[in-house]
């Protein structure tokens, strides 16, 4: 009979799991997919490749929230990655964890590792940092949100090419395209991290208390200061009107300007290799929009992005090899090809400086506005980044209450008074849970 | 049909073949996207006629998966898929045709406790205890792992009951027999028991192989590395990528391989099907 | 029911149900038992702090609008999962007892759908439906409708009920019509012969006697709509917009493994075993009692 042979070989299928090869290993959970993906596996192979003791293996593992999930069950059972990478939002939940994970900082000066933090560009590493300036983590691919304008659509409605500064000049424009046509005038990828986050650091106004969160877990949110509720009100607005189309809560927005439906829009720095690959497309990349009557505007914009967090409960011997795949990271050369190939910030002074040098900003005009946006001013308490616990649901609820004032079912001022009065119960619940 | 009324007749008929309309209309759709190219596809409205690029968007899609979210081939993901649906098909039969055996014929302590432990099993579907699960799985290193992904999946109350019910149904005159002529219990499951049970583990295997195959939740939480990808699952993680759009024609391409095996199951092992489906929940 | 013969052995039974006990204790008990556990702790992220706080998690879900609003939402879903789901396949199956020709082929293409996963459903539909690129949300807006479902709730909890609705018509659909042509021809006739017309018949005869059929499918059709439809909304909506497709099962994912918030997820969990419990009591009592061995 052939079934029992079937049966065993699929015992065998199931049974058979291939064993991992032990060497001087570092396993590297991260959830670049795509090309991006590609660009790490590189990374990894030129370090191991420049010397022999340490092996860096990239592991993709999924979305953000799903490789953080896994990791978390992976050290609850003994067995978690060296380094892993953690969205911006999860920082306060590593933070938190201590026992789970090793400072960058520490991890540095134990291994006897060169490393200068004011090296580091200022608004990426202090979103990183703590109040005593200690780096916790790597800062590893860094982007901020950008404005992006579609040329085409301008010059058909009769305007001039150039993105509008303020957001009474958007308005204007926006009304212009419409009339000449366009559907969507105006969208955004990432709402909150763009209209409420961005925009407090941008216009020189707090997030939350204890500057950001920075200085401790009793934070709470003040997104519903008056020029919050005025902005909000203000896209509700526009989106009733038309002028604003919502995309969702991810990069949605990111292929409805690629495809040219919208003549404008608010996203990562990354979206521009997606934008780069539709040679019709003709855009271009500029600084955010701002309230002119509000004094201080525009300050600097804060980082997105993830950074690479050293778990703990490993052998020194591991953890020098994971110091010397950060400092073969933080390497100008290296930075610099990181940066031009994927659009990330580069992290590092001296990179930035390495990258102008080479001409790269002269033949890729703009590639480099992220960076200056980032820098336009020294960064304040208000625009170092922000540290709120659970800011993974956190996020969610400010996103829930602007899409019910997108959608005209609540006034802007409720829908930010509730989303602080359940932003601050999701961080209470944090405090508790860390104490 | 009592009585003719032609007029009736018809309606029926065209009511059919509306349902049925109504029924593919989707699958149609899907199968068109899956021949075109992506900017066909962006371009309002898409075409609702076949493109030419059935060959090639199936021929990427095996071979090296969506170029933007999940970068797994999606051969290698049928395969996975197929072993899950295998290994729980007729694990599932499997150990449930012996506990189930064991019920009926045998008359042992604790038999009434065992039964109703199987029957609790039934209000406790994986979505109510996910997390714990997952700990547990990954407790006993399962992750990312075939025996992960199919051993939790292997119990199950309906399987047992199925077959509880059906061996109620064997006269006890067979079970006489072998006893006379000196047969032990095993002999007598594999040499009368398991041949009547035919139809049952044929309906059973449909079944399964179609739960298995089409598993989400599960294999969502403790995959998450692309070589452990099911098909269903590989679909999933195209959408939910990262910083560009979806590959749309790629997508549907992948849609389709993940739902031809299993309808070809249904379709060509229809009269088991059929009836085990409706008698299994009787 | 027993069977009068039978075999004694002091091994081979507990030998026989070991693997699916083992595999029942391990995988199911084992979990539910620490849900239960989680359900009174509050912890971090990474178990690294756990501490005893009673019925409090509990006590914060009934608290949350969200969670009770979560509860409507999936009643309503479930309703019009159900309602629908029997509606139509009822109607179709009907149909197909009526005819006699092409009744096999009408068989084969309404069935296949049931090897369709929730998940592939999902996807199909939302490709249809997306905002910018669907082919259905083309004529809608040709139509004058606004369709967007990333914003409007509503239309989004339409998108997931269309989907979940098309996959469960050929199960239902099999249902009826095996539950239809084990009515006897007897008594229709008898009604035909006193001069009801068919739509007397159907109501007043067909559908009483299908009634433990369409009893057995609405217990079904709601467990599927609480629990296997967590495919199709995972992969359309993710419980979006503003919640408005968040069915419980789903805040039990996204709550535990999005957030990380393990007591409320197992409290939620708990709270979801009680449902089960119920509904498979219920299923059990008033359904199988009726069948004769």
Same mark, same amino acid.
Request: hydrophobic fraction near 50%; aromatic fraction near 12%.
């Given at each position: 009979m052939r079934i029992p042979k079937l049966v065993a070989a699929l015992a065998a299928a199931v049974l058979f799991t291939p064993a991992a090869q032990a060497q001087t290993e570092i396993q590297f959970w991260h959830s670049m997919g795509g090309a991006l993906g590609e660009a790490v596996n590189n990374l990894a192979g030129k370090f191991n490749a420049s010397q022999n003791e340490y092996k860096v293996v990239p592991v993709f593992k999924g979305t953000y929230p799903v490789s953080m999930t896994a990791a978390i069950a992976a050290f609850r059972a003994g067995n978690a990655p060296h380094v892993l990478q953690v969205f911006e939002v999860g920082t306060a939940t590593m933070m938190a964890a201590k026992g789970a994970v090793v400072p960058v900082a520490k991890l540095m000066a134990d291994a006897k590792e060169p490393f200068e933090p004011k090296a580091y560009l200022p608004t990426v590493a202090g979103y990183y940092t703590d109040l005593k300036g200690n780096m916790l983590s790597f800062p590893f691919n860094s982007s901020t949100v950008m404005f992006y304008i579609n040329h085409e659509a301008f010059k058909k409605a009769g305007l001039e090419p150039k993105a509008p500064k303020t957001w009474k000049e958007l308005i204007a424009a926006g009304e212009k395209l419409k009339a000449a046509g366009q559907q969507c005038v105006y969208t955004t990828s990432w709402p909150s991290w763009m209209h409420i986050e961005n925009f407090s650091a941008w216009h020189n106004v707090p997030i939350g208390t204890k500057q950001n969160g920075m200085g401790g877990f009793d934070a709470q949110f003040s997104v519903n200061s008056p020029l919050h509720v005025r902005h909000v009100a203000m896209l509700g607005d526009m989106s009733k009107k038309g002028l604003f189309t919502y995309a969702g809560r991810t990069n949605q927005g990111d292929a409805k300007f690629a495809s040219g439906e919208c003549a404008m829009a608010s996203a990562s720095a990354g979206a521009q290799a997606t934008f780069r690959k539709n040679p019709k497309l003709d855009w271009s990349i500029n600084f955010i929009p701002y309230h002119d009557d509000v004094k201080g505007a525009p300050q600097n914009s804060i980082i997105g992005g993830a950074s690479l967090w050293v778990m703990g409960g490993k052998k020194p011997q591991e953890y020098r090899g994971v110091a010397k795949f950060f400092a073969f990271l933080s390497k100008p050369d290296v930075q610099m090809d990181w940066h031009t190939s994927t659009g990330y910030v580069p992290i590092t002074l001296a990179s930035y400086e390495l990258t102008r040098k080479s001409g790269f900003y002269d033949r890729n005009p703009g590639a480099d506005m992220p960076v200056r946006q980032l820098t336009n001013k020294a960064p304040t308490a208000n625009s170092k980044g922000l540290r709120f616990g659970n800011f993974v649901q956190g996020r969610e609820v400010i996103e829930e209450e602007m899409e019910a004032v997108f959608a005209g079912k609540k006034d802007a001022k409720t829908a930010l008074d509730d989303a602080v009065k359940r932003g601050n119960e999701i961080l209470a619940k944090f405090q508790a849970a860390n104490r | 049909m009592v009585e003719n009324r032609p007029y009736l007749t018809a309606l029926s008929h065209a009511i059919l073949i509306l349902g049925v309309l109504a029924v593919a209309f989707p699958l149609y759709v899907t199968f068109v996207a899956s021949t075109l190219t992506l900017e066909q596809i962006m371009a309002v409205p898409m075409p609702l006629v076949p493109g030419d690029q059935l060959i090639e968007n199936y021929s990427q899609v095996l071979a090296a998966g969506s170029r933007k979210g999940s970068a797994a081939p999606v051969s290698a993901m049928l395969f996975n898929s197929l072993v899950m649906a295998l290994a729980i098909a007729l694990g599932k039969i499997a150990i449930s045709i012996i506990a189930s055996f064991a019920i009926v014929y045998f008359r042992f302590p604790l038999r009434s406790f065992f039964f109703w432990m199987i029957f609790v099993t $039934?209000? $406790?579907?994986?979505e109510v205890r996910i997390i714990p699960t997952f700990k547990v799985v990954s407790d006993l290193g399962m992750l990312n792992s075939y025996v992960g992904l199919t051993l939790p999946l292997i119990a199950s109350a309906t399987a047992t009951f199925l077959f509880r019910q059906f061996f109620l149904t064997v006269p006890d005159e067979l079970t006489e027999a072998a006893r006379i002529d000196g047969a032990g219990p095993m002999r007598f499951f594999l040499d009368v028991v398991l041949p009547l049970s035919k139809t049952s583990i044929a309906a059973l295997f449909v079944i399964q192989f179609i739960y298995g195959w089409n598993q989400y939740l599960w294999p969502l939480l403790i995959t998450s590395e692309e070589s452990m990808y099911t098909v269903v699952i590989g679909i999933n993680r195209m959408i939910v990528g990262g910083d560009a759009a979806n590959e749309w024609n790629l997508v549907m391409a992948t849609a389709i391989l993940a739902l031809i095996p299993p309808a070809l199951v249904v379709m060509l092992m229809q009269r088991w099907f059929v009836k085990g489906l409706v008698e299994t929940e009787k | 029911m027993e069977k009068r013969v039978v075999f004694r052995s002091a091994w081979l039974p507990y030998a026989l149900l070991a693997p699916q006990i083992a595999v029942t204790v391990v995988f199911f008990f084992w979990p539910a038992a620490q849900a239960v556990w989680f359900s009174f702790q509050l912890q971090d992220a990474f178990g690294l702090r756990t501490e005893f706080v009673g019925l409090q998690n509990f006590a914060a879900l009934f608290a949350d609008e969200r969670y009770l609003q979560s509860f409507g939402t999936t009643a309503l879903f479930s309703v019009m999962v159900a309602f629908w789901g029997i509606a139509i396949s009822l109607v179709l199956a009907a149909m197909a007892d009526r005819v006699i020709r092409g009744a096999l082929a009408y068989k084969t293409l309404l069935i296949w759908p049931y090897a369709v996963a929730p998940a592939v459903a999902g996807v199909l539909w939302a490709f249809l439906f997306a905002p910018s690129i669907g082919i259905v949300t083309y004529f809608l807006k040709r139509a004058g409708v606004d369709w967007n479902w990333i914003i409007h709730g509503d239309q989004a909890m339409l998108l997931v009920i269309v989907a979940s609705v098309w996959k469960q018509i050929s199960y239902n659909f099999l249902f009826f019509l095996a539950g239809l042509q084990s009515i006897p021809r007897s008594l229709i006739e008898a009604a035909a012969i006193d001069g009801a017309g068919p739509a007397r018949r159907f109501w007043t005869i067909v559908f009483p006697l299908l009634s433990p059929t369409t009893f057995f499918l609405l217990v079904v059709n709601v467990v599927y709509a609480f629990f296997d439809t967590f495919g199709v909304i995972d992969a359309t909506t993710q419980g979006g917009p503003a919640q408005a497709t968040q069915i419980l099962v789903y805040k039990v994912y996204n709550d535990g493994v999005k957030a990380a918030d393990l007591g409320g997820s197992s409290a939620q969990s708990v709270i979801l075993m009680f449902i089960v419990i119920a509904l498979t009591v219920a299923q059990f009592r008033f359904v199988e009692r009726k069948v004769q061995y």
């Amino acid at each position: 009979m052939r079934i029992p042979k079937l049966v065993a070989a699929l015992a065998a299928a199931v049974l058979f799991t291939p064993a991992a090869q032990a060497q001087t290993e570092i396993q590297f959970w991260h959830s670049m997919g795509g090309a991006l993906g590609e660009a790490v596996n590189n990374l990894a192979g030129k370090f191991n490749a420049s010397q022999n003791e340490y092996k860096v293996v990239p592991v993709f593992k999924g979305t953000y929230p799903v490789s953080m999930t896994a990791a978390i069950a992976a050290f609850r059972a003994g067995n978690a990655p060296h380094v892993l990478q953690v969205f911006e939002v999860g920082t306060a939940t590593m933070m938190a964890a201590k026992g789970a994970v090793v400072p960058v900082a520490k991890l540095m000066a134990d291994a006897k590792e060169p490393f200068e933090p004011k090296a580091y560009l200022p608004t990426v590493a202090g979103y990183y940092t703590d109040l005593k300036g200690n780096m916790l983590s790597f800062p590893f691919n860094s982007s901020t949100v950008m404005f992006y304008i579609n040329h085409e659509a301008f010059k058909k409605a009769g305007l001039e090419p150039k993105a509008p500064k303020t957001w009474k000049e958007l308005i204007a424009a926006g009304e212009k395209l419409k009339a000449a046509g366009q559907q969507c005038v105006y969208t955004t990828s990432w709402p909150s991290w763009m209209h409420i986050e961005n925009f407090s650091a941008w216009h020189n106004v707090p997030i939350g208390t204890k500057q950001n969160g920075m200085g401790g877990f009793d934070a709470q949110f003040s997104v519903n200061s008056p020029l919050h509720v005025r902005h909000v009100a203000m896209l509700g607005d526009m989106s009733k009107k038309g002028l604003f189309t919502y995309a969702g809560r991810t990069n949605q927005g990111d292929a409805k300007f690629a495809s040219g439906e919208c003549a404008m829009a608010s996203a990562s720095a990354g979206a521009q290799a997606t934008f780069r690959k539709n040679p019709k497309l003709d855009w271009s990349i500029n600084f955010i929009p701002y309230h002119d009557d509000v004094k201080g505007a525009p300050q600097n914009s804060i980082i997105g992005g993830a950074s690479l967090w050293v778990m703990g409960g490993k052998k020194p011997q591991e953890y020098r090899g994971v110091a010397k795949f950060f400092a073969f990271l933080s390497k100008p050369d290296v930075q610099m090809d990181w940066h031009t190939s994927t659009g990330y910030v580069p992290i590092t002074l001296a990179s930035y400086e390495l990258t102008r040098k080479s001409g790269f900003y002269d033949r890729n005009p703009g590639a480099d506005m992220p960076v200056r946006q980032l820098t336009n001013k020294a960064p304040t308490a208000n625009s170092k980044g922000l540290r709120f616990g659970n800011f993974v649901q956190g996020r969610e609820v400010i996103e829930e209450e602007m899409e019910a004032v997108f959608a005209g079912k609540k006034d802007a001022k409720t829908a930010l008074d509730d989303a602080v009065k359940r932003g601050n119960e999701i961080l209470a619940k944090f405090q508790a849970a860390n104490r | 049909m009592v009585e003719n009324r032609p007029y009736l007749t018809a309606l029926s008929h065209a009511i059919l073949i509306l349902g049925v309309l109504a029924v593919a209309f989707p699958l149609y759709v899907t199968f068109v996207a899956s021949t075109l190219t992506l900017e066909q596809i962006m371009a309002v409205p898409m075409p609702l006629v076949p493109g030419d690029q059935l060959i090639e968007n199936y021929s990427q899609v095996l071979a090296a998966g969506s170029r933007k979210g999940s970068a797994a081939p999606v051969s290698a993901m049928l395969f996975n898929s197929l072993v899950m649906a295998l290994a729980i098909a007729l694990g599932k039969i499997a150990i449930s045709i012996i506990a189930s055996f064991a019920i009926v014929y045998f008359r042992f302590p604790l038999r009434s406790f065992f039964f109703w432990m199987i029957f609790v099993t $039934l209000m $406790l579907p994986v979505e109510v205890r996910i997390i714990p699960t997952f700990k547990v799985v990954s407790d006993l290193g399962m992750l990312n792992s075939y025996v992960g992904l199919t051993l939790p999946l292997i119990a199950s109350a309906t399987a047992t009951f199925l077959f509880r019910q059906f061996f109620l149904t064997v006269p006890d005159e067979l079970t006489e027999a072998a006893r006379i002529d000196g047969a032990g219990p095993m002999r007598f499951f594999l040499d009368v028991v398991l041949p009547l049970s035919k139809t049952s583990i044929a309906a059973l295997f449909v079944i399964q192989f179609i739960y298995g195959w089409n598993q989400y939740l599960w294999p969502l939480l403790i995959t998450s590395e692309e070589s452990m990808y099911t098909v269903v699952i590989g679909i999933n993680r195209m959408i939910v990528g990262g910083d560009a759009a979806n590959e749309w024609n790629l997508v549907m391409a992948t849609a389709i391989l993940a739902l031809i095996p299993p309808a070809l199951v249904v379709m060509l092992m229809q009269r088991w099907f059929v009836k085990g489906l409706v008698e299994t929940e009787k | 029911m027993e069977k009068r013969v039978v075999f004694r052995s002091a091994w081979l039974p507990y030998a026989l149900l070991a693997p699916q006990i083992a595999v029942t204790v391990v995988f199911f008990f084992w979990p539910a038992a620490q849900a239960v556990w989680f359900s009174f702790q509050l912890q971090d992220a990474f178990g690294l702090r756990t501490e005893f706080v009673g019925l409090q998690n509990f006590a914060a879900l009934f608290a949350d609008e969200r969670y009770l609003q979560s509860f409507g939402t999936t009643a309503l879903f479930s309703v019009m999962v159900a309602f629908w789901g029997i509606a139509i396949s009822l109607v179709l199956a009907a149909m197909a007892d009526r005819v006699i020709r092409g009744a096999l082929a009408y068989k084969t293409l309404l069935i296949w759908p049931y090897a369709v996963a929730p998940a592939v459903a999902g996807v199909l539909w939302a490709f249809l439906f997306a905002p910018s690129i669907g082919i259905v949300t083309y004529f809608l807006k040709r139509a004058g409708v606004d369709w967007n479902w990333i914003i409007h709730g509503d239309q989004a909890m339409l998108l997931v009920i269309v989907a979940s609705v098309w996959k469960q018509i050929s199960y239902n659909f099999l249902f009826f019509l095996a539950g239809l042509q084990s009515i006897p021809r007897s008594l229709i006739e008898a009604a035909a012969i006193d001069g009801a017309g068919p739509a007397r018949r159907f109501w007043t005869i067909v559908f009483p006697l299908l009634s433990p059929t369409t009893f057995f499918l609405l217990v079904v059709n709601v467990v599927y709509a609480f629990f296997d439809t967590f495919g199709v909304i995972d992969a359309t909506t993710q419980g979006g917009p503003a919640q408005a497709t968040q069915i419980l099962v789903y805040k039990v994912y996204n709550d535990g493994v999005k957030a990380a918030d393990l007591g409320g997820s197992s409290a939620q969990s708990v709270i979801l075993m009680f449902i089960v419990i119920a509904l498979t009591v219920a299923q059990f009592r008033f359904v199988e009692r009726k069948v004769q061995y």
